[in-house]
């Protein structure tokens, strides 16, 4: 099973609105609605952001939402603040014998 | 509120074993799957294994299955991972997680470190 497929960076100014996306296959992304997106700063534990795809946990700013699109998924932060500089991985419900996926995870800067 | 916490990990030779522990507290274990989530230094996310609540259902990552174990113990709302035949390659701080739909992670411990190294 090989890993979905991220941008290796991304920035935007404060204010500004980013997004990051996640591609996959139908295998995955594409055929089930249980796509994930984590939030991870340096030294920590990553942390849940969005789940089935366009849902926030409770606690998670509005600034953050996602979507998805065949086979590729996305994340996009608006508003962009200095503290959503972070790493951010997507993950995937697969139909593999591993049933589960992350994405190669990308680097946020805010300039 | 929720809380996972890894031990176990540290500094073992290649070829050699370690078994790490997540005790669970703040819900009830015996409701969700359990997971392990490796980090090699400076790398990605890789999930390693999944367990269900029950323990009937176990899943492993190509990279770990025949070398690594995931068992759980819900009476002591403990989860583990028994690490055999070790790589330098399994370098990384492992955490354990709470899956709380389809392979969706919504509690993490703040992770244990393993270091394979002669």
């Known amino acids: ?111 | 509120e929720v809380q996972l916490v890894e031990s176990g990990g540290g500094l073992v030779k290649p070829g050699g074993s370690l078994r790490l522990s997540c005790a669970a507290s703040g819900f009830t274990f015996s409701s969700y799957s359990m997971n392990w989530v490796r980090q090699a230094p400076g790398k990605g996310l890789e999930w390693v294994s999944s367990i269900s609540s029950s323990s009937s259902y176990i899943y492993y990552a190509d990279s770990v299955k025949g070398r690594f174990t995931i068992s759980r113990d819900n009476a002591k709302n403990s989860l583990y991972l028994q690490m055999n035949s070790l790589r330098a390659e399994d370098t990384a701080v492992y955490y354990c997680a709470r899956d709380f739909t389809f392979g969706e992670y919504d509690y993490w411990g703040q992770g244990t470190l393993v270091t394979v190294s002669s």
């Open chain 1, 1 to 111: 099973q090989s890993a979905l497929t991220q941008p290796a960076s991304v920035s935007g100014s404060p204010g500004q609105s980013i997004t990051i996306s996640c591609t996959g296959t139908s295998s995955d992304v594409g055929g089930y609605n249980y796509v994930s997106w984590y939030q991870q700063h340096p030294g920590k534990a990553p942390k849940l952001m969005i789940y089935e795809v366009s849902n926030r946990p409770s606690g998670v700013s509005n600034r953050f939402s996602g979507s998805k699109s065949g086979n590729t998924a996305s994340l996009t932060i608006s508003g962009l603040q200095a503290e959503d500089e972070a790493d951010y991985y997507c993950s995937s419900y697969t139909s593999s014998s591993t049933l589960r996926v992350f994405g190669t995870g990308t680097k946020v800067t805010v300039l």
